[in-house]
């Protein structure tokens, strides 16, 4: 075998480091791109952002300082002085007047009025303190509180915290037993604390603690404590049996179920912490002249821009590691400005492209939605697939129907009888409104749905209507059921 030296010509694709920034921009959210920016701002000199408000007000202000200057200098160089010249502060806003030590303080002391959030465990916990409790029964209660779920139940048996309090005496070095009974006897105390219902282990209970709270004189309270007696029969809407179990009439039994409607089921939900998550739109959509505009949120393009100071700074000649280094800087900003400038022309090529697709969800909502997938954008907009995908990722379109991620307007579709396609994003909402205007007696089976959705020329399974159904949280026919 003979060693030889030859040259061969090839194409490949290489990421540069520039190709990589901008595939990582592509994919960043809103909140991501700022913390980005300010990550480049902090560390690139040579990078700032433009700030026209502030740039102007600092302008006018210069402008009135330097006036003020020119008057006291005119004023100090004629030949009569005035009596009073020109101050910042009267004497009367330095020295005030306080006979006494026990004047009004300098500065006015104000309440905070500001709320903060109080947790389910810490609101049962101060209340739990006001009881009068053994050393042993406020551990327990302690330990009954800690394992309160969410909403409100007690999400363990009595033996597991009987067996706890045990451990913790010993490690404590007590010498006392604790029975189940102590344990049950401290639970009812804290059911009863405010809310009512707190540490209830099934909906039943829960239910039935706050109708023993209620007034002896309320309305189909006993009624009420009847029905709960033979819960599962009101659960499972056996209305023949829970009738004939119970001694009531239709009329009893709808009374009672509407006072059961005004109690709380879950009644930890108001002490979750339920902060707003909320989310900037990236992409502005809206209707004028009759046709779909679509425009960049102006308020989360960062306007950027190469420092022109430093910038001049680098025109010298020679060849020293500072301005070799500025050098640099600059064209690493200059490779960023360019990188945010194609991320925001390339969002709303794809959102523009989006829009034209789905006019018809624009102008009657998501019953006109029409199946769409990446590919067909991609084709459309002379872009990979994956690129389509990047830009759709953590990104938000307001429109007049409301906020969407851009990834909502894709969808797969399902064939019609008459050949087209159908999106299952639309068929969802046909769905839902069946179900909305069923009679509330008399719902719609699955299979009743399908033959609907057939006879508006949408060919679905009766299990595919029962998948769709369940993604919408919406439960069966025999669940939505209302016999009283």
């Known amino acids: 075998m003979k060693l030889s030296v030859g040259l061969k010509v090839a194409n490949s694709l290489s990421l540069t480091p520039q190709l990589q920034q901008a595939i990582r921009l592509l994919q960043l959210s809103s909140l991501e791109l700022e913390q980005e920016i300010q990550v480049q701002l902090d560390s690139n000199p040579l990078l700032e952002k433009i700030e026209e408000q502030a740039s102007i007000e600092s302008l006018s202000a210069l402008n009135e300082l330097e006036q003020e200057r020119k008057d006291l200098t005119s004023e100090l160089n004629a030949d009569h002085l005035p009596d009073d010249l020109p101050v910042d502060t009267d004497w009367d806003d330095v020295y005030t007047h306080q006979p006494t030590s026990l004047g009004a303080a300098e500065f006015e002391e104000r309440e905070d009025n500001r709320q903060q959030h109080v947790s389910l465990k810490a609101h049962m916990l101060e209340q739990v303190n006001l009881l009068h409790f053994s050393a042993v029964d406020q551990l327990i209660a302690h330990c009954i509180i800690d394992s309160l779920d969410d909403k409100g139940f007690l999400d363990c048996e009595l033996s597991e915290i009987t067996l706890s309090v045990q451990h913790l005496l010993q490690g404590m070095g007590y010498d006392e037993d604790v029975e189940e009974d102590e344990v049950l006897v401290v639970l009812k105390h804290i059911q009863r604390l405010e809310p009512a219902g707190i540490g209830a282990r099934n909906l039943a209970e829960c239910l039935a603690v706050q109708l023993e709270n209620l007034p002896l004189n309320t309305v189909n309270r006993r009624e009420a404590m009847l029905l709960l007696r033979h819960y599962e029969l009101l659960i499972s809407n056996e209305l023949p049996k829970l009738v004939k179990q119970t001694g009531l009439n239709a009329e009893q039994l709808k009374s009672a179920v509407e006072l059961l409607k005004t109690l709380k089921a879950h009644p930890g939900i108001e002490f979750e912490n339920r902060d707003s998550d909320y ?148 068929i969802r909402a046909k769905i839902k409104k069946m179900i909305a205007d069923e009679n509330i007696r008399k719902p719609l089976s699955d299979n009743a749905i399908a033959n609907m959705l057939k006879d508006e020329g949408i060919d679905v399974a009766r299990r595919t209507v029962a998948k769709y159904r369940e993604s919408l949280h919406i439960p069966s026919s025999s669940e939505r059921k209302v016999l009283i």
């Open 279 to 426: 989310q900037i739109p990236d992409v502005v959509v809206a209707k004028k002249s009759g046709s779909w505009h679509v425009q960049l949120n102006q308020d989360v393009m960062p306007k950027l821009r190469v420092n022109s100071f430093y910038a001049g700074m680098i025109k010298r000649a020679d060849q020293s590691d500072d301005n070799q280094y500025l050098r640099n800087q600059m064209l690493e900003a200059k490779n960023f400005i360019k990188s945010i400038d194609e991320r925001h022309k390339t969002l709303l090529k794809v959102a523009t492209c989006i829009v034209e697709h789905q006019r018809a969800f624009f102008e009657v909502g998501p019953e006109g939605m029409k199946p769409l997938v990446l590919r067909d954008i991609a084709e459309e907009v002379e872009l990979h697939e994956s690129t389509v995908s990047r830009v759709t990722t953590s990104k938000y379109m307001l429109t007049p129907r409301g906020l969407y991620e851009l990834k909502y307007f894709f969808s797969s579709h399902v064939g019609t009888i008459s050949g087209g396609e159908a999106s299952s994003t639309a």
